[in-house]
């Protein structure tokens, strides 16, 4: 269950400075941790920025506040850029996931991906050119948008050994039904763990605007759940317990039925800590 932190809707910041409230802060990053502990579902941060001074600021403070793992992500190139060199500068790539390599991305970012110590990241599988199940399996396997390579091969070139697939959710309407379905396809085919932030498709639903979004949200998590989904973005990292608690709700199950067939789950797992 990946939350995200550091962008500008979530009322950490005082100012356009990029100064924020690191009690608060601090407080969200434990609190998903706390909900992490309890059900036995694993958690990470996706650590937004945007500059390169704010991204290299963040990163050093949750590495203080936090142990887990966690993703650097920004829509701006130099910004991730500048994460990832901060990263072997202060020794956390080890700690770091790259969000995310696609079609977008260029030859200087890969180069300083491939100069790196950064052995994990996602793989964004949205074609541009076709939002079908098809177009997101493509980019994976072939040349798109800047790449001369598939992502999974490009990954690879890069030193990624630690791959995460986000089939890319899109607006519903706009094909998020094929980022859905290609969890397990995805799964099926490359044997890669695949998962994606369906929340996105929530917020851009203009119908539930209003409307009860909370439970919608929750639900489009247990849904991606019961697909497959090995890792969730699952939006603000405030919404934790809302989304913790209905996934854990699915895995619950999950691990109850695995038990059903004669196979073991760890002592970790919800359906032990949970339904006891």
């Known amino acids: 269950m990946v939350g995200t932190i550091f ?4 009322g950490l ?3 356009s400075n990029g100064v924020f409230d690191k009690e608060k802060a601090q407080d969200l990053i434990k609190a998903s941790e706390g909900f992490s502990d309890e059900t036995g579902i694993p958690c990470m941060l996706d650590v937004y920025g945007d500059s390169p001074e704010f991204i290299c600021d963040r990163i050093d403070f949750v590495s ?5 793992p966690f993703f650097i992500d920004s829509t701006d190139a130099k910004v991730r850029i500048a994460g990832v060199e901060h990263a072997e500068e202060v020794g956390l790539c080890d700690r770091l996931a790259y969000n995310s390599i696609n079609v977008g991305t260029g030859v200087e970012e890969l180069a300083v991906l491939a100069g790196s110590s950064v052995s994990a990241a ?12 098809e177009g997101k399996l493509k980019v994976l396997d072939d040349s798109v948008g800047n790449l001369k ?3 999974v091969e490009t990954a690879s070139d890069c030193g990624i050994s630690r791959v995460l697939v986000d089939t890319g959710i899109t607006p519903l309407g706009e094909g998020a039904s094929s980022a859905v379905r290609a969890i397990p396809c995805v799964k099926a085919k490359y044997g890669l763990p695949s998962g994606c932030g369906i ?6 639903w203009r119908w539930i605007k209003g409307r009860e979004e909370l439970f919608v949200d929750a639900a489009s998590n247990v849904l991606a759940r019961t697909l497959g989904a090995d890792f969730i973005l699952y939006g603000p990292i ?3 317990r809302n989304v913790f608690s209905t996934v854990a709700f699915v895995e619950s199950l999950f691990g109850e039925a695995s038990e059903e067939f004669g196979l073991d789950v760890s002592d970790t797992h919800p359906s032990r800590l949970l339904l006891k």
């Open 238 to 240: 405030e919404r934790a």
């Open 13 to 15: 910041f005082t100012g």
């Open 149 to 151: 390579k598939g992502l």
């Open 199 to 204: 929340h996105n498709a929530v917020i851009e």
């Open 7 to 10: 962008y500008r809707k979530e």
């Open 64 to 68: 203080e506040v936090s142990d887990r």
């Open 122 to 133: 996602i793989l964004l599988a949205f074609n541009p050119l076709s939002n079908s199940l």
